[in-house]
Protein backbone atom coordinates (compact mmCIF):
# COMPACT_ATOMS: atom_id res chain seq x y z
CA UNK A 1 0.00 0.00 0.00
CA UNK A 2 3.00 2.64 0.39
CA UNK A 3 3.98 2.05 -3.18
CA UNK A 4 0.82 2.72 -4.09
CA UNK A 5 0.43 5.81 -2.34
CA UNK A 6 3.88 6.58 -3.31
CA UNK A 7 2.65 6.15 -6.90
CA UNK A 8 -0.15 8.36 -6.37
CA UNK A 9 1.60 10.94 -5.55
CA UNK A 10 4.49 11.09 -7.65
CA UNK A 11 1.85 11.17 -10.34
CA UNK A 12 0.22 14.07 -8.88
CA UNK A 13 3.53 16.14 -9.00
CA UNK A 14 4.78 14.87 -12.50
CA UNK A 15 2.77 13.05 -14.51
CA UNK A 16 -0.70 14.28 -13.89
CA UNK A 17 0.45 17.80 -16.02
CA UNK A 18 1.44 15.37 -18.72
CA UNK A 19 -1.97 13.87 -19.21
CA UNK A 20 -3.78 17.06 -18.73
CA UNK A 21 -5.23 17.63 -22.07
CA UNK A 22 -5.78 14.05 -22.78
CA UNK A 23 -8.05 13.79 -19.41
CA UNK A 24 -9.80 16.83 -20.01
CA UNK A 25 -10.63 15.43 -23.68
CA UNK A 26 -11.95 11.98 -21.73
CA UNK A 27 -13.63 13.76 -18.78
CA UNK A 28 -17.15 13.61 -20.57
CA UNK A 29 -17.10 10.51 -22.77
CA UNK A 30 -14.90 7.46 -23.65
CA UNK A 31 -14.02 6.14 -27.14
CA UNK A 32 -12.09 3.02 -26.68
CA UNK A 33 -11.01 0.55 -29.58
CA UNK A 34 -10.92 -2.38 -28.20
CA UNK A 35 -12.71 -4.66 -25.30
CA UNK A 36 -9.52 -6.35 -23.81
CA UNK A 37 -10.43 -9.59 -21.88
CA UNK A 38 -7.41 -10.71 -19.62
CA UNK A 39 -6.29 -12.33 -16.65
CA UNK A 40 -6.17 -10.83 -12.80
CA UNK A 41 -2.67 -11.42 -12.74
CA UNK A 42 -0.37 -8.33 -11.61
CA UNK A 43 2.28 -9.41 -14.32
CA UNK A 44 -0.24 -8.61 -17.07
CA UNK A 45 -0.73 -4.71 -18.13
CA UNK A 46 -2.36 -4.31 -21.14
CA UNK A 47 -1.56 -0.66 -21.33
CA UNK A 48 2.16 -1.54 -20.83
CA UNK A 49 2.26 -4.20 -23.42
CA UNK A 50 0.31 -2.86 -25.61
CA UNK A 51 1.50 1.06 -24.89
CA UNK A 52 -1.97 2.02 -24.90
CA UNK A 53 -2.85 5.37 -23.72
CA UNK A 54 -6.28 6.37 -21.19
CA UNK A 55 -9.24 5.42 -23.30
CA UNK A 56 -7.96 3.27 -25.60
CA UNK A 57 -8.66 0.07 -23.59
CA UNK A 58 -12.35 -0.77 -21.79
CA UNK A 59 -10.69 -3.87 -20.03
CA UNK A 60 -12.60 -6.66 -18.10
CA UNK A 61 -10.53 -8.91 -15.57
CA UNK A 62 -10.57 -11.96 -14.44
CA UNK A 63 -9.23 -14.81 -12.73
CA UNK A 64 -8.25 -16.85 -15.85
CA UNK A 65 -9.58 -14.31 -18.35
CA UNK A 66 -12.78 -16.07 -18.86
CA UNK A 67 -15.72 -15.80 -20.55
CA UNK A 68 -18.66 -17.98 -19.17
CA UNK A 69 -20.86 -19.35 -22.48
CA UNK A 70 -24.43 -17.74 -23.51
CA UNK A 71 -27.13 -20.66 -21.92
CA UNK A 72 -29.14 -21.18 -25.72
CA UNK A 73 -32.64 -21.32 -23.69
CA UNK A 74 -32.28 -18.11 -21.62
CA UNK A 75 -30.18 -16.10 -23.66
CA UNK A 76 -28.21 -15.47 -20.29
CA UNK A 77 -24.48 -16.33 -19.03
CA UNK A 78 -24.47 -19.61 -18.05
CA UNK A 79 -22.52 -18.78 -14.23
CA UNK A 80 -22.41 -15.15 -14.14
CA UNK A 81 -23.27 -12.10 -15.73
CA UNK A 82 -20.27 -9.67 -14.55
CA UNK A 83 -18.41 -10.56 -17.87
CA UNK A 84 -21.49 -10.31 -20.06
CA UNK A 85 -22.49 -7.02 -18.29
CA UNK A 86 -19.27 -5.57 -19.17
CA UNK A 87 -19.65 -7.44 -23.15
CA UNK A 88 -22.94 -5.64 -23.72
CA UNK A 89 -21.58 -2.38 -22.64
CA UNK A 90 -18.85 -2.83 -25.01
CA UNK A 91 -20.33 -3.90 -27.69
CA UNK A 92 -23.76 -2.03 -27.50
CA UNK A 93 -22.50 1.60 -26.41
CA UNK A 94 -19.14 2.12 -26.89
CA UNK A 95 -19.05 0.01 -29.75
CA UNK A 96 -15.73 -1.74 -29.74
CA UNK A 97 -14.30 -2.49 -32.96
CA UNK A 98 -12.56 -5.63 -31.87
CA UNK A 99 -12.02 -7.67 -28.68
CA UNK A 100 -8.81 -9.57 -27.45
CA UNK A 101 -8.95 -12.48 -24.93
CA UNK A 102 -5.56 -12.05 -23.54
CA UNK A 103 -3.68 -14.99 -21.79
CA UNK A 104 -0.77 -15.39 -20.84
CA UNK A 105 2.46 -18.08 -19.18
CA UNK A 106 2.49 -19.56 -15.85
CA UNK A 107 -1.08 -18.82 -15.07
CA UNK A 108 -2.17 -19.31 -11.18
CA UNK A 109 -5.92 -20.18 -12.78
CA UNK A 110 -4.40 -22.91 -15.27
CA UNK A 111 -2.27 -24.14 -12.17
CA UNK A 112 -4.76 -24.51 -10.14
CA UNK A 113 -7.24 -26.46 -13.15
CA UNK A 114 -4.69 -28.90 -13.41
CA UNK A 115 -3.07 -29.70 -10.30
CA UNK A 116 -6.89 -29.04 -8.04
CA UNK A 117 -4.34 -28.62 -5.03
CA UNK A 118 -5.95 -26.67 -2.02
CA UNK A 119 -9.24 -25.62 -3.79
CA UNK A 120 -11.41 -26.67 -1.23
CA UNK A 121 -10.68 -23.65 1.09
CA UNK A 122 -11.67 -21.35 -1.76
CA UNK A 123 -15.21 -22.60 -2.65
CA UNK A 124 -15.53 -19.55 -4.97
CA UNK A 125 -12.65 -19.96 -7.10
CA UNK A 126 -13.07 -23.40 -7.29
CA UNK A 127 -16.90 -23.01 -8.85
CA UNK A 128 -15.07 -20.72 -10.95
CA UNK A 129 -12.39 -22.76 -12.21
CA UNK A 130 -14.37 -25.91 -12.37
CA UNK A 131 -16.90 -24.64 -14.71
CA UNK A 132 -13.58 -23.46 -16.90
CA UNK A 133 -11.91 -26.93 -16.25
CA UNK A 134 -14.81 -28.99 -17.64
CA UNK A 135 -15.50 -26.94 -20.62
CA UNK A 136 -11.92 -26.81 -21.09
CA UNK A 137 -11.87 -30.82 -21.13
CA UNK A 138 -14.50 -30.88 -23.59
CA UNK A 139 -12.62 -27.93 -25.82
CA UNK A 140 -10.70 -30.25 -28.37
CA UNK A 141 -8.87 -27.84 -31.20
CA UNK A 142 -6.21 -28.01 -33.73
CA UNK A 143 -3.72 -25.90 -32.22
CA UNK A 144 -0.43 -25.75 -32.84
CA UNK A 145 2.25 -24.66 -30.45
CA UNK A 146 5.17 -22.60 -32.04
CA UNK A 147 8.04 -23.87 -29.28
CA UNK A 148 8.10 -26.07 -26.67
CA UNK A 149 5.56 -24.83 -24.45
CA UNK A 150 4.81 -26.05 -20.88
CA UNK A 151 1.82 -28.25 -20.63
CA UNK A 152 0.37 -25.85 -18.28
CA UNK A 153 0.85 -22.70 -20.67
CA UNK A 154 -0.15 -25.34 -24.00
CA UNK A 155 -3.50 -25.32 -21.82
CA UNK A 156 -3.34 -21.41 -21.23
CA UNK A 157 -3.33 -20.99 -24.84
CA UNK A 158 -6.02 -23.64 -25.58
CA UNK A 159 -7.98 -21.57 -23.09
CA UNK A 160 -7.65 -18.62 -24.53
CA UNK A 161 -9.15 -20.51 -28.00
CA UNK A 162 -11.94 -21.97 -25.69
CA UNK A 163 -12.64 -18.35 -24.55
CA UNK A 164 -13.24 -16.81 -28.05
CA UNK A 165 -16.00 -19.56 -28.63
CA UNK A 166 -17.92 -18.61 -25.67
CA UNK A 167 -17.72 -15.01 -26.92
CA UNK A 168 -19.64 -16.23 -30.04
CA UNK A 169 -22.64 -18.01 -28.41
CA UNK A 170 -23.91 -14.46 -27.21
CA UNK A 171 -26.30 -13.57 -30.33
CA UNK A 172 -25.19 -9.94 -29.88
CA UNK A 173 -20.85 -10.80 -30.70
CA UNK A 174 -22.68 -13.34 -33.55
CA UNK A 175 -24.37 -10.76 -35.06
CA UNK A 176 -21.47 -8.06 -34.71
CA UNK A 177 -18.82 -10.62 -36.07
CA UNK A 178 -21.45 -11.61 -38.88
CA UNK A 179 -21.55 -7.39 -39.57
CA UNK A 180 -18.18 -7.04 -39.84
CA UNK A 181 -18.48 -5.13 -37.22
CA UNK A 182 -16.16 -6.79 -34.82
CA UNK A 183 -13.57 -8.82 -34.77
CA UNK A 184 -12.58 -11.32 -32.17
CA UNK A 185 -8.91 -11.96 -31.45
CA UNK A 186 -6.85 -14.43 -29.04
CA UNK A 187 -3.90 -13.00 -27.89
CA UNK A 188 -1.26 -14.45 -25.52
CA UNK A 189 2.01 -13.00 -22.89
CA UNK A 190 4.63 -14.60 -22.25
CA UNK A 191 6.04 -13.21 -18.93
CA UNK A 192 9.44 -14.70 -19.35
CA UNK A 193 10.01 -13.77 -23.02
CA UNK A 194 8.59 -10.33 -22.40
CA UNK A 195 6.53 -11.15 -25.77
CA UNK A 196 2.85 -10.81 -27.28
CA UNK A 197 1.92 -13.43 -29.14
CA UNK A 198 -1.58 -13.69 -31.51
CA UNK A 199 -3.53 -16.47 -32.69
CA UNK A 200 -3.21 -17.02 -36.46
CA UNK A 201 -6.14 -18.77 -37.60
CA UNK A 202 -4.39 -19.52 -41.12
CA UNK A 203 -1.59 -21.08 -39.28
CA UNK A 204 -3.43 -22.46 -36.05
CA UNK A 205 -0.73 -21.59 -33.63
CA UNK A 206 0.25 -18.57 -31.52
CA UNK A 207 2.77 -16.26 -32.80
CA UNK A 208 5.09 -13.45 -31.53
CA UNK A 209 3.56 -10.48 -32.93
CA UNK A 210 6.57 -9.00 -34.37
CA UNK A 211 6.58 -6.46 -37.67
CA UNK A 212 6.86 -9.39 -39.71
CA UNK A 213 3.43 -10.71 -37.61
CA UNK A 214 2.00 -7.46 -37.24
CA UNK A 215 1.87 -7.16 -41.07
CA UNK A 216 -0.48 -10.69 -41.62
CA UNK A 217 -2.67 -9.11 -38.45
CA UNK A 218 -3.38 -5.97 -40.21
CA UNK A 219 -4.11 -8.03 -43.20
CA UNK A 220 -6.94 -9.63 -41.75
CA UNK A 221 -8.18 -6.76 -40.01
CA UNK A 222 -11.90 -5.80 -41.08
CA UNK A 223 -12.00 -2.31 -39.23
CA UNK A 224 -9.14 -0.33 -38.82
ZN1 LIG B 1 -3.70 -15.88 -15.03
Known amino acids: MRKLLEGILDFRAKRAAGYELLFKQLAKRQNPDALFITCSDSRVVPNLLASTNPGDLFVMRNVGNAVPPCCAHS ?87 LQLTHLMTYPLVKKAAAQNQIQLHGWWFDIEGVDVYAYNPDEKKFNIIDEAEAVKIRARLINS
Open 75 to 161: GHSQTDDSEIAALEYAVQFLRVKDIIVCGHSDCGAIQAICSQTGMDAAPHLKNWLDFNRLALEKFSTDLEFAKAWSAQDQISQKNVL
